[in-house]
C-alpha cells in the first residue's frame, strides 16, 4: 500500500509537472544541483565560439565588400549630374544614343562571324572527340565480352587449370 506523503514534504520535496497532458510528480530540482551538472567552458567551446567568431568575421567581410561592389556598380550605372543651362533650369535628360558610324558597324560584324566560325570549329572539334571516345569505349567492352569467362563454366575451369 502507497503511503500517503505529508504536506510539509510534498511542499519541499515533490513538484508537480505537466507534459502534453501527462501530469506526474517528480522531485523538486535545486538550483544548486544544477549549477554543478553545468559544465564549464572547455576547450572544445572555446575552439567551436572562435570558429563561429571567425565565421561571422568573414561573412561581415564578404558583405562589405559587395556593399562597395554594388554602390560603385551604382555609380557606372547612373547618369552624371546635368550642367544647369545659362538660364539657370537644368536641362531635360534625354536618353542615352551611341552613335556608330558604318566602319564600326562593319568591325562589330565582321567580330561576331569571326566569333561564330571559332564556336562552329570548337562544336566540330567536340564532335569528333565524343566519337572518338564511343569508339574507344565499345573496343574495352567488346575486349571484356570476349574475355572466356562468359563461355561455359567448363570452358572456364579448363582455362583456369591450364
Same mark, same amino acid.
Given at each position: 500500500?502507497?503511503?500517503?506523503?505529508?504536506?510539509?514534504?510534498?511542499?519541499?520535496?515533490?513538484?508537480?509537472?505537466?507534459?502534453?497532458?501527462?501530469?506526474?510528480?517528480?522531485?523538486?530540482?535545486?538550483?544548486?544541483?544544477?549549477?554543478?551538472?553545468?559544465?564549464?567552458?572547455?576547450?572544445?567551446?572555446?575552439?567551436?565560439?572562435?570558429?563561429?567568431?571567425?565565421?561571422?568575421?568573414?561573412?561581415?567581410?564578404?558583405?562589405?565588400?559587395?556593399?562597395?561592389?554594388?554602390?560603385? =556598380? /551604382? #555609380?557606372? @550605372?547612373?547618369?552624371?549630374?546635368?550642367?544647369? &543651362?545659362?538660364?539657370?533650369?537644368?536641362?531635360?535628360? !534625354? *536618353?542615352?544614343?551611341?552613335?556608330?558610324?558604318?566602319?564600326?558597324?562593319?568591325?562589330?560584324?565582321?567580330?561576331?562571324?569571326?566569333?561564330?566560325?571559332?564556336?562552329?570549329?570548337?562544336?566540330?572539334?567536340?564532335?569528333?572527340?565524343? =566519337? /572518338? #571516345?564511343? @569508339?574507344?569505349?565499345?573496343?574495352?567492352?567488346? &575486349?571484356?565480352?570476349?574475355?572466356?569467362?562468359?563461355? !561455359? *563454366?567448363?570452358?572456364?575451369?579448363?582455362?583456369?587449370?591450364?
Amino acid at each position: 500500500m502507497a503511503r500517503p506523503i505529508r504536506p510539509d514534504e510534498d511542499d519541499a520535496v515533490w513538484e508537480v509537472c505537466e507534459d502534453n497532458g501527462f501530469v506526474y510528480k517528480r522531485r523538486r530540482r535545486h538550483l544548486s544541483s544544477l549549477v554543478e551538472r553545468l559544465p564549464a567552458d572547455s576547450a572544445e567551446e572555446r575552439r567551436r565560439n572562435h570558429c563561429l567568431i571567425t565565421i561571422r568575421d568573414r561573412y561581415h567581410r564578404e558583405l562589405e565588400q559587395w556593399e562597395d561592389l554594388s554602390a560603385s =556598380l /551604382f #555609380c557606372l @550605372a547612373s547618369p552624371p549630374p546635368e550642367a544647369t &543651362s545659362e538660364a539657370g533650369t537644368s536641362s531635360v535628360a !534625354s *536618353p542615352p544614343s551611341f552613335h556608330l558610324s558604318p566602319p564600326a558597324i562593319d568591325c562589330l560584324i565582321l567580330e561576331l562571324e569571326t566569333q561564330e566560325a571559332t564556336f562552329r570549329n570548337i562544336s566540330d572539334l567536340c564532335n569528333c572527340v565524343d =566519337l /572518338f #571516345c564511343e @569508339a574507344q569505349e565499345d573496343r574495352l567492352t567488346q &575486349s571484356l565480352l570476349d574475355l572466356p569467362i562468359w563461355g !561455359s *563454366p567448363r570452358a572456364l575451369m579448363r582455362s583456369l587449370c591450364h
